[in-house]
Structure formats: C-alpha cells, structure tokens
C-alpha cells in the first residue's frame, strides 16, 4: 500500500524555476533517505539530489547551486527546487523513499517519475 506520488513537473523556460514535490503514503513507520534521480533520453541514470531525516543533504555536481532538496518528516515528503533551469535538465525524474519501514517489513519504492522539459 506504499506509493509515492510526484507533482510539479511540466515545461519550463530556460532560466526559470520548478518545484517538485513527492508525498509517500500508506503504513510507513519511517523511511530512511529519500532521493531524486534523473534520466534523460541517452543518459545514464543519474542521482540529482540525496535527502536524509537529519537535514543533510547532497547533490549531483551538475545541479549543485541551482538544485536545493528538503524534507518534511512528519508528512513523508521531499520536495526539489529547481533555478536557473538548463535545457539539459530535461529528463524524466523519479523519487526514491530508500528503506521505507512497514510492519511489512523494509523496502525501497520509486516514484512513478514526472517529465521536467526546459525549453531554450
């Protein structure tokens, strides 16, 4: 019954900002970090931004400065400001709640992943 819902993808211009938001719900007792990683068509899988429960976070060196990750605890959810976007933002991007902790047990679960486009 876990499931990670994304909002806030959609198509920008370049130099402007997006917002993304992803909500974990159903049974979670707590979830470790929760990340964001990124996929554009011909690339790797790439990690953009890493969100621990303690505040920390980290950042792919090819958002670092313009990306900023946060955490709400208590609502099981990340969010990822995007500035100054780049068209080699575009990519497809997905949450990842790592170690979700159910009376099920612990799993990892991906989110669905949402369609960023920067236009030029």
């Known amino acids: 019954q876990v499931q990670l819902v994304e909002s806030g993808g959609g198509l920008v211009q370049a130099g402007e900002s997006l917002r993304l938001s992803c909500a974990a719900s159903g049974p979670i007792i707590s979830i470790s970090t929760m990340d964001w990683y990124r996929q554009a068509p011909g690339k790797p899988r790439e990690l953009v931004a890493r969100?621990?429960?303690?505040?920390?976070?980290n950042y792919g060196d090819s958002v670092a400065g313009r990306f900023t990750a946060s955490r709400d605890i208590a609502k099981n959810t990340v969010y990822l400001q995007m500035n100054s976007l780049k068209p080699e933002d575009t990519a497809v991007y997905y949450c990842n709640a790592v170690r979700v902790a159910t009376l099920e047990g612990v799993l990892d679960y991906w989110g669905q992943g949402t369609q960023v486009t920067v236009s030029s």
């Open positions: 969100a621990f429960r303690n505040g920390a976070t």
